[in-house]
């Protein structure tokens, strides 16, 4: 007896002797998924939604104004002199900063190098296991040390008289104790979600709010910190100018009415000739600057113990001439 089978013809889309499809993956259940952990709110975020507030740009041109204005108050005011006399601009005061902003921003940039070639030099070496016990390490001595920095910062705070001959160890004080702390916060919450694995973690709100403290803490000690070295900068070029006054170039300041300086050092001549524009002139003066049409002279005498500064406003009635130090004046007016 002959069985007869009938034979299925292939599918539409399978191709003659291809062999069938496999079996398309199911879903994973809710049992098998893997939870990746997530990563929280950052100090990234925080700066970028504060940029997002204040432009940049703005921040930067106002921060130089603010240490343009400190380097322009301490370097009028070793001479005795209000530094509003000259009625600074605020280009005035931008240009000022960049003499006591360079070295300071060099310094920083120098140290987020540094940081970050030996970051990456170190880092793929170490292991789990190191990594645990540096943590360890870590908890204990920034603690120590961030404690010991913001408390130093204190005093700095309360007594900035003591720390006058040392600029910036208030600010630096208080930017290195707040990352050390931050740092050593960091490294005991590693070791608690090492040791339980259920443990919460805290809310984005409550993560921003603290990196937003932390950002805010040390961009008032870099202020801080930038604004002291402004201000010792400013006092130290007036400074500079006190010990090479003598090979300034020397001016001879005519001027058309008697201006009674009779200051150290300073003399006064009575031009001859009824025909000369300017009857006065007088002698042994050197022009520290000029700013806002003000004039700042100094007797070649002066000194910080025992000088009186010149402020002129500078008018067609008053001329000057410049000599090298080195050179005689010319005797006739």
């Known amino acids: ?71 322009a108050y301490w370097f009028f005011s070793t001479f005795g002199v209000d530094y509003t006399v000259f009625n600074l601009s605020p280009e005035d005061y931008i240009i000022r900063s960049a003499d006591g902003l360079i070295f300071p921003f060099c310094v920083a940039a120098l140290a987020i190098l540094a940081l970050t070639w030996l970051f990456q030099f170190i880092a793929p070496g170490i292991g789990e296991r190191a990594i645990h016990w540096i943590t360890l390490v870590v908890v204990p001595v920034f603690s120590v040390l961030g404690i010991g920095c913001v408390v130093l910062a204190g005093f700095a705070f309360l007594k900035p008289l003591d720390f006058v001959d040392t600029p910036a160890v208030g600010g630096l004080a208080l930017v290195f104790g707040v990352l ?43 202020f801080w910190a930038a604004g002291d070295w402004s201000a010792r900068v400013g006092k130290e070029r007036a400074n500079q100018v006190e010990d090479q006054l003598d090979t300034w170039p020397s001016v001879v300041l005519y001027s058309e009415q008697s201006l009674n300086l009779h200051e150290p050092g300073v003399t006064e001549s009575v031009c001859p000739g009824v025909e000369s524009a300017f009857g006065y002139r007088y002698d042994g003066l050197a022009l520290i600057t000029q700013e806002g049409g003000q004039l700042l002279l100094l007797p070649r005498a002066w000194s910080s113990t025992n000088g009186t500064a010149i402020v002129l406003t500078k008018t067609d009635s008053v001329r000057l001439e410049f000599t090298p130090s080195t050179s005689p004046a010319p005797t006739t007016c």
């Open 1 to 71: 007896m002959i069985r007869r089978t009938r034979r299925r013809p292939p599918a539409a889309n399978t191709p003659q002797g291809a062999a069938p499809a496999p079996d398309a993956p199911t879903a994973p259940s809710e049992s098998t998924t893997v939870n990746k952990p997530t990563t929280g709110p950052g100090p990234w975020q925080v700066v970028k939604s504060v940029a997002a507030i204040i432009t940049p740009l703005t921040l930067i041109t106002a921060l130089m104004y603010y240490f343009g204005l400190i380097h």
């Open 180 to 222: 050390l702390l931050t740092g050593a916060i960091r490294a005991m919450r590693r070791l608690a979600e090492r040791a339980s694995t259920d443990r919460p973690r805290a809310s984005a709100s409550w993560v921003v709010a603290e990196w937003t403290a932390v950002i805010m803490l040390v961009s008032v000690g870099l």
